[in-house]
């Protein structure tokens, strides 16, 4: 299985762009790389997702360099309401399609 | 077009009782993932179903625990004889297609059930 790491928590002010880095060294060629948000008493909801080099959204963009040994997920300009925890999620095809969440990074954005 | 939908969203149980979760798919989703979430912890992979099928049950515990997806109506989680250490919340996620194939379209979660055994 793919495990992943990231920074257990970061802190920015508003108006600060951030960038949370996840590492999965043993990531497998099939893998895509998902990202998701989680605020208190909520479900887990969908960021971005990607394979390789940029992907960018209205939310964000995914930075994924070319051994995808790591990625990194960059909010600009982030506001209060960007608090939250964040999830980097490899896929993992071949054991059952079972998806493995890493502990997640806590971000605190301050006023 | 409705989301993922749990309920109940609390749920007190005794200890020895069952506790029955349950989770609709967003229209059109065939696949459903169970979820379990600790306080101040990830998220663990506890089972993926899909219809009328469980495809990996390998993070859910061997006793006490069970899953399913009828043809028609929810999924449910079903915990019996709870104990203490089952409080917890319990998401439920579905997707179009096989989550982690090429092309996958991502899970969308429901807002779970929490679980208290007292």
């Known amino acids: 299985l793919a495990k992943t790491t990231q920074p257990i928590s970061m802190d920015s002010y508003e108006g600060q762009e951030v960038n949370i880095t996840c590492s999965h060294n043993?990531?497998?060629?099939?893998?895509?790389i998902t990202w998701y948000q989680q605020f208190p008493s909520q479900g887990p909801r969908f960021i971005i997702q990607?394979?390789?080099t940029k992907v960018t959204n209205e939310v964000a963009s995914l930075f994924i360099p070319a051994d995808r040994k790591s990625s990194t997920l960059s909010l600009p300009r982030v506001s209060l309401s960007d608090t939250a925890v964040y999830y980097c999620?490899?896929?993992?095809?071949?054991?059952?399609?079972?998806?493995?969440f890493g502990g997640g990074t806590r971000l605190m954005v301050k006023p | 077009n409705a989301g993922v939908m749990q309920n109940p969203r609390h749920l007190v149980r005794r200890r020895g009782q069952e506790a029955r979760l349950r989770c609709s798919p967003m229209k059109g989703h065939s696949h459903v993932y169970w979820y379990r979430q600790l306080p101040e912890e990830g998220l663990k992979f506890m089972v993926y179903l899909q219809k009328e099928n469980i495809i990996d049950e390998s993070g859910m515990p061997k006793e006490r625990f069970s899953a399913e997806f009828p043809k028609e109506g929810p999924s449910i989680l079903r915990i019996q004889q709870v104990v203490r250490g089952d409080s917890a919340a319990y998401f439920c996620?579905?997707?179009?297609?096989?989550?982690?194939?090429?092309?996958?379209?991502?899970?969308?979660f429901g807002n779970g059930t929490r679980l208290t055994v007292t």
């Open positions: 043993n990531i497998a060629t099939n893998d895509y």
């Open positions: 996620a579905s997707s179009l297609t096989t989550a982690g194939a090429p092309g996958n379209s991502p899970l969308h």
């Open positions: 999620l490899v896929a993992d095809n071949n054991a059952g399609n079972m998806l493995t």
């Open positions: 990607g394979y390789k």
